[in-house]
């Protein structure tokens, strides 16, 4: 099983950073890893909520709220996929902590993906391509996060290499 575990830290209270999270069908706003995305089920919140991803370039999952303690914690699980790898299973966390002051609230988001390929083949696909594209897009999810609580706006690819280049210049 392979472990992807990203954390940021959002200038923002816990409830704001939940309630973009909790818009469950929504989630395009905030990746900009998504062409776009979709509620599928009656209930939009909570478990039991179902949404569609579809993927840039290329490529769509389903994906189902398995956990959920409100303003704390979401579980997703990915039900299918289409024009991508299929997965053993895949399952994506966030959790919030509330780290700021009541002044200056702060938000750290940590996301966490555990997954596992299907296929003979998956070990190998995931070792040469597919660990590779996940390490590189989870930093874009949280950042895209931040972004969009902190200005209401969806992150541009030039707002994440700004966020990028900050990130390095700070460390």
């Known amino acids: 099983m392979t472990i992807i575990k990203e954390h940021i830290t ?5 409830e704001a950073v939940w309630n973009v999270l909790a818009d469950f069908g929504n989630v395009a706003t905030f990746n900009p890893n998504l062409k776009h995305s979709y509620s599928t089920s009656d209930t939009t919140t ?27 914690y979401l579980q997703i699980y990915t039900l299918n996929t289409k024009g ?11 959790k919030l902590e509330q780290v ?21 083949f998956g070990d190998f696909l ?3 391509m597919m660990k ?12 895209g996060l931040k972004h969009y609580v902190e200005t209401g706006h969806k992150a541009t690819a030039n707002d994440l290499k700004q966020m990028r280049l ?5 460390a």
């Open 10 to 14: 959002i200038n923002a209270s816990k």
């Open 46 to 72: 909570g478990v039991g909520a179902t949404r569609v991803c579809q993927l840039k370039p290329m490529g769509q999952v389903e994906e189902r709220i398995t956990a959920w303690r409100e303003a704390e």
């Open 84 to 94: 991508m790898p299929s997965f053993k299973h895949f399952v994506g966390e966030f």
């Open 100 to 120: 700021g002051t009541q002044t200056h609230p702060q938000t750290q988001v940590t996301m966490t993906f555990r997954y596992e390929l299907s296929g003979m």
């Open 126 to 128: 995931n070792t040469v």
């Open 132 to 143: 590779r594209q996940f390490q590189a897009l989870s930093p874009k999810v949280l950042q």
């Open 166 to 170: 900050a990130t390095l210049a700070s």
